[in-house]
Nanobody
C-alpha cells in the first residue's frame, strides 16, 4: 500500500511559479522493491480530471500540450518524492492538483488515463489570479 501527500500549492499571480511536491510512504515505496510510474493530474471546478505530466521508471517524461514548456515533472527516487515545477502560470491552470502512482515494469511508458493509476493523493489547490 502506498500513501501520497501533496504540498506546495497556493495562490499566485499570472506569470508566477509554484512547485508542488508529493511525498510517498508505504510498505514498499522508497525501497529498492518499489519502482513505479507516477503522474500529476488536475481537476478544475465542473470539469473532469485531466493528466498534466507523467514520468516513467526510466525517467522519461510526457506532458499535456497545455503545459508543455512551462511545467516540469521530476522525482527523487531515494526519498520517494515527486515534484511538479510550474512556471509561467496562467489563470486556466487554476485547479486541484493530484499526484498518482502505479507499479509498472521498467520499460513501461505511463499514459494520461486516470484508470491506469491505483494510488492517489488527496489533492492540493492551485489558484492563479490575473
Amino acid at each position: 500500500q502506498v500513501q501520497l501527500v501533496e504540498s506546495g500549492g497556493g495562490s499566485v499571480q499570472s506569470g508566477g511559479s509554484l512547485r508542488l511536491s508529493c511525498e510517498s510512504s508505504g510498505s514498499t515505496y522508497g525501497s529498492t522493491a518499489w519502482r513505479g510510474c507516477m503522474a500529476w493530474f488536475r481537476q478544475a471546478p465542473g470539469q473532469g480530471r485531466e493528466g498534466v505530466a507523467t514520468i516513467s521508471r526510466r525517467g522519461i517524461t510526457n506532458y499535456a500540450d497545455s503545459v508543455r514548456g512551462r511545467f516540469t515533472i521530476s522525482q527523487d527516487n531515494a526519498k520517494g518524492t515527486l515534484f511538479l515545477q510550474m512556471n509561467s502560470l496562467k489563470a486556466e491552470d487554476t485547479a486541484m492538483y493530484f499526484c498518482a502512482a502505479v507499479a509498472c515494469v521498467y520499460h513501461n511508458t505511463p499514459g494520461f488515463s486516470r484508470d491506469e493509476y491505483i494510488y492517489w493523493g488527496q489533492g492540493i489547490q492551485v489558484t492563479v489570479t490575473s
